[in-house]
């Protein structure tokens, strides 16, 4: 699985658009981003994935650029419950089980 | 209502004492996964199942032992083998088909004492 690179932590004002970046360069044809969060003690939740066109739920919008090196997950309005860690892994589904490795993620705080 | 429960949500450990998480899922799913979480670090897998009565090791599978005679269930046991115990543990499932994602349990903190 590619290796990823995101920033320890960010903060953000409430009501504002979060965008968290994720590198992800060594990534092959047929992996897919995964985003997931951790709010504190909690497990994880699947928040958005993608192959190659930008996606957009009800939790997210996220952004691959086109030769999908990197990504930008957006939060459009953050809310202080939005306050957690936030995962980007790369990923070829199917693989081994699909089980996810993740990294250390980004701290996202968002503050009234 | 349907999900992923994990019991207890809190589990306390003797020296030299095995101790089982357990891991249970309506969701129908296949798929079953068991992570461990230290402080301020990401996942890390430790066993994991795609169908009933089987299972694979993960990255760091060593000191733990699972079964999956249900498919609704994946209990985790921590044997006395394993030497540094005190985690965050997570369960995770997932749906068959290559574009399902994982969901995950709420997690059970294990303290040695």
């Known amino acids: 699985d590619a290796k990823t690179t995101q920033p320890p932590s960010m903060d953000c004002a409430e009501g504002r658009a979060a965008n968290l970046p994720c590198n992800h360069s060594?990534?092959?044809?047929?992996?897919?981003v995964y985003w997931y969060r951790q709010i504190h003690s909690q497990g994880p939740q699947y928040i958005i994935h993608?192959?190659?066109n930008n996606e957009t739920n009800e939790m997210a919008s996220l952004i691959i650029t086109e030769d999908r090196k990197s990504s930008t997950l957006i939060l459009p309005h953050a809310t202080l419950r939005d306050t957690a860690v936030y995962y980007c892994i790369v990923r070829v589904p199917g693989n081994a089980g699909n089980m996810l490795t993740f990294g250390g993620g980004t701290r996202l705080m968002v503050k009234p | 209502d349907g999900g992923i429960t994990q019991s207890p949500k809190y589990l306390f450990r003797k020296e030299g004492q095995n101790v089982t998480l357990s891991c249970e899922q309506n969701?129908?799913?296949?798929?079953m996964y068991w992570y461990r979480q230290d402080p301020g670090q990401g996942l890390r897998l430790i066993y994991y199942s795609q169908i009933v009565n089987d299972f694979q090791k993960g990255d760091i599978a060593e000191g733990y032992s699972v079964s999956r005679e249900k498919k609704e269930s994946f209990p985790l046991t921590v044997t006395s083998a394993q030497k540094n115990p005190t985690a965050f543990y997570l369960c995770a499932s997932k749906a068959s088909g290559v574009r399902e994602t994982q969901y995950f349990g709420p997690g059970t903190r294990l303290l040695v004492l």
């Open positions: 060594t990534i092959s044809g047929n992996e897919y």
């Open positions: 969701l129908n799913h296949d798929a």
């Open positions: 993608g192959l190659k």
